[in-house]
């Protein structure tokens, strides 16, 4: 009988440093904020293109075109703000306590006007633009780079911090939550893989690799942690390889052909540390 192989990489950590700025917290948490901020500007960058600015000036006209640019940018290079203070809470950030600017804040600075933005950050670092339309120096850049106070105040994001512990060791409700619903969802797939409840074998292996996957994305970011992030890393990423596996052997098995699977240290060509699952049958 001929021997069908396969081998199968789960190289999670590149994923998900994609989806997260180096200079945030690569938990699933952060992903979400992340792409719902995204998500926002690209909207009000569509929004802002669509108007019509016919009754602006030229000059206008063109420095408005070249901070929409920017914003699209900034929006897709994904660095924002994050929020340590106001656990709970939305809460704008002109810069945040890393240096990361908002999107307002970019797009002032980038047009010359750093010092304006460093005087804003040292004195209402958390004020809505709205309540800044008193000062003299930001209504002035918004006259001249054709924008009202009202679209800016569309710009400005707000940034949660219910998912974020200020503690590396310390594993937040929103983490704890993520890890029981991953782990859920894991114990559901091994289930489904090992008892014969009417479920096809094609389906419950693709389960059981996909909540594998997230098993290990969850997990494999908190190894490197203290206390109850790195046990919690450790059970995720244990019962997501477990239910990866199974899911692969069920959904690629043949009857009577002989089978091995191994995990093993990988780190991709940045140098990122993650897990290398490789499967034989």
Not at 39 to 58: G, I, M, Q
Not at 69 to 78: I, K, P, S
Not at 128 to 141: G, I
Not at 201 to 224: H, K, M, Q
Request: glycine share 10%; proline share 5%; charged share 15%.
């Amino acid at each position: 009988m001929t021997r069908v192989r396969y081998a199968v990489v789960l190289a999670i950590p590149v994923l998900v440093g994609a989806a997260v700025a180096p200079s945030s917290p690569t938990d699933l948490p952060a992903i979400g904020e992340t792409a719902r901020i995204r998500t926002h500007l690209a909207v009000v960058e569509r929004e802002l293109r669509a108007k019509d600015v016919s009754s602006l000036t030229v000059a206008q006209r063109a420095a408005r075109a070249r901070n929409l640019d920017v914003l699209h940018e900034y929006l897709m290079r994904g660095i924002f703000p994050r929020n340590t203070d106001f656990p709970g809470e939305r809460v704008p950030y002109f810069i945040d306590r890393y240096g990361t600017r908002c999107a307002m804040a970019y797009l002032i600075e980038q047009s010359g006007h750093g010092d304006l933005v460093a005087r804003v950050a040292a004195t209402h670092n958390n004020a809505r633009v709205r309540e800044l339309q008193d000062d003299p120096a930001l209504v002035a850049w918004l006259d001249q780079n054709g924008m009202t106070l009202a679209e800016a105040a569309r710009v400005q994001p707000s940034y949660g911090g219910c998912c974020f512990t200020s503690s590396e060791s310390g594993a937040s409700t929103g983490y704890k939550t993520t890890t029981a619903f991953s782990i859920g969802l894991n114990a559901t797939a091994l289930a489904l893989n090992t008892a014969s409840i009417g479920v096809s074998r094609p389906l419950a292996g693709l389960l059981g690799i996909l909540t594998g996957a997230v098993g290990i994305a969850v997990g494999e970011p908190n190894f490197d942690k203290d206390g109850q992030r790195h046990t919690f890393g450790l059970l995720n990423a244990g019962v997501g390889t477990a239910a990866g596996l199974l899911g692969v052997y069920r959904l690629v098995k043949v009857t009577g052909a002989p089978s091995n699977a191994n995990v093993a240290p990988w780190v991709d060509p940045r140098g990122t540390p993650g897990l290398s699952v490789h499967f034989s049958f």
